[in-house]
């Protein structure tokens, strides 16, 4: 197993750090199945504070490239396919922008959830309400919550009931993974997801489409705020050379 890190500044983010285990993935020199060293060793190795190398490894959790064992530590994903499939997304994510991709997500799920207004069936709706509950939950567990709000939007696709809108989310959303690490560093971001969740649900249950059409084009516009709000707060602490 690998032995050392680069070592980054202190003015870096955690991304850097997923970056950079990413990059010894694609060569080769970590490999499914491998076991991490200790939080507190790569703390050391990379330069940074424990949190911000927990908050990387939470990340990696989320993307499906780490699985965290209990009293255990961190390895690497044995299924090789997850996380083959996941260095393609960052690579196909670098041919847009992030703000193109948020900003064709806006309409695709206000197209969605209008349409599961007229189709969701009493299962659908089932279903969503079992996510949400689930939402509620987990909301000061990123990593959790994170994996519910997935998992509620996939779910609301599934009830609109077409196939190409089911055939294109699942893309969409490994492109967008990391982007939604990102808008959860925002405190009480899965607080105010959750509500807009529910506020959607509760128009789908009472087939106000106008009202479902309404919250969801609220809540996209929360998400492309919320993201450029945390980018830009990253480009000034890089400015000013604050630590991480």
């Known amino acids: 197993m690998i032995e050392r890190f680069e070592k980054i500044s202190k003015k870096t983010f955690s991304e850097l750090i997923v970056d950079q285990i990413k990059k010894r993935i694609s060569s ?7 076991k991490l060293p200790s939080e507190r060793a790569l703390a050391e190795m990379f330069s940074v504070s424990r949190a911000t190398v927990r908050e990387a490894l939470r990340a990696l959790q989320y993307m499906g490239i780490l699985e965290i064992r209990l009293n255990d530590g961190a390895y690497l994903s044995d299924r090789i396919n997850i996380l083959s499939d ?13 703000m193109e991709l948020l900003e064709a997500r806006q309409f695709m799920e206000v ?6 207004t007229l ?15 689930k939402e509620l939950d987990t909301r000061d567990n ?10 509620f939007h996939l779910a609301m696709t599934e009830a609109c009931q077409n196939s190409f809108f089911i055939n294109l989310v699942k ?3 490994q492109l967008l993974k990391e982007s ?11 607080y105010i997801t959750a509500e807009y969740h529910g506020r959607v649900l509760e128009a789908l249950v009472k087939g106000d489409r106008e009202e479902a059409e309404k919250v969801m084009k609220e809540h996209m516009q929360n998400i492309v705020d919320t993201t450029t709000e945390i980018f830009q707060k990253e480009l000034e602490n890089t400015g000013t050379g604050k630590n991480h």
Request: charged share 25%; no cysteine; glycine share 4%.
């Open 171 to 173: 893309p969409v959303r």
């Open 142 to 151: 990123m990593a959790e919550f994170m994996e519910a709000d997935v998992a």
């Open 180 to 190: 939604n690490v990102d808008q959860y560093r925002k405190p009480n971001q899965a």
């Open 111 to 116: 197209s969605i959830v209008s349409l599961a």
């Open 119 to 133: 189709r969701a069936t009493p299962e659908h709706i089932g279903k969503l309400r079992k996510i949400h509950q």
């Open 86 to 98: 996941h260095l393609k997304a960052s690579y196909l994510l670098k041919q847009f922008t992030l």
């Open 28 to 34: 080769g020199e970590l490999n499914p199945g491998d």
